[in-house]
């Protein structure tokens, strides 16, 4: 397979993976979220796509079949010479299965960007976009982050972890225009270019 390149993208839940994933779709990537297979099987059970069934669906799929499933399962969709943008990566072994697969032979055509952003500011534009399954009380949305975070189940999501392991971070707080993420990315971006 010869993708010509993968962006990876983590972050807690309103951190701006969004954000960053329609600036590459703007430069002609294809956005696939690991979420997307998960969105499909609650479909498939007749399960509503709330935040928790979303978690607690990936972590069932991740005890049964390993915790990079949704990696995998994506890699085989992926098509020869197309750059794409993955969204929703959570636990390192999904880390791992695109490293493994794409970074090879002195190649690195897969980059994970970290988005970074205060829980308060988090949960502000929770508040603000008003998306199905958001939570309505910051302490809600702790109690959903801190799942996120670190399961104590080693198969369920760790974003923290998958943070640790990212070739590059983002700071996306409320001090930070639009524009001023779009200014950093562009900057990334140059930088991914040239290597």
Known sequence: MNVQRIIGVCGLNASGKSTVCNFYKNKG????????????????????ETRDNLINLGNELRNKSGAGVLANLTIE??????????DSIRHPDEVNSFRNKFNKDGKLLFNLIGIDSSSETR??????????????T????????????????????????VLEMC????????????????NELNDLETKLIKK
Do not use: A, C, H
């Not at 990537?29 to 479909?43: A, H, M």
């Not at 969709?77 to 993955?86: A, D, F, M, P, Q």
């Not at 910051?138 to 972890?161: I, Y």
């Not at 070739?167 to 779009?182: A, E, F, R, V």
């Open 167 to 182: 070739d590059y971070k983002i700071s996306n707080n409320l001090n930070q225009t639009l524009d001023g993420l779009i």
């Open 123 to 136: 949960f502000k534009r929770t508040q603000s976009r008003k998306r199905e399954g958001d939570t309505t």
């Open 29 to 48: 990537f294809i956005v696939i979220s690991l979420s997307d297979i998960i969105r499909q099987t609650l479909k498939e059970r007749n399960i509503l």
């Open 138 to 161: 910051l302490e809600e949305f702790m109690s959903v982050e801190k799942r996120e975070m670190n399961n104590p189940d080693p198969k369920g999501q760790q974003v923290s972890k």
């Open 77 to 86: 969709k992926l098509k020869e010479n197309t750059n794409y943008v993955i």
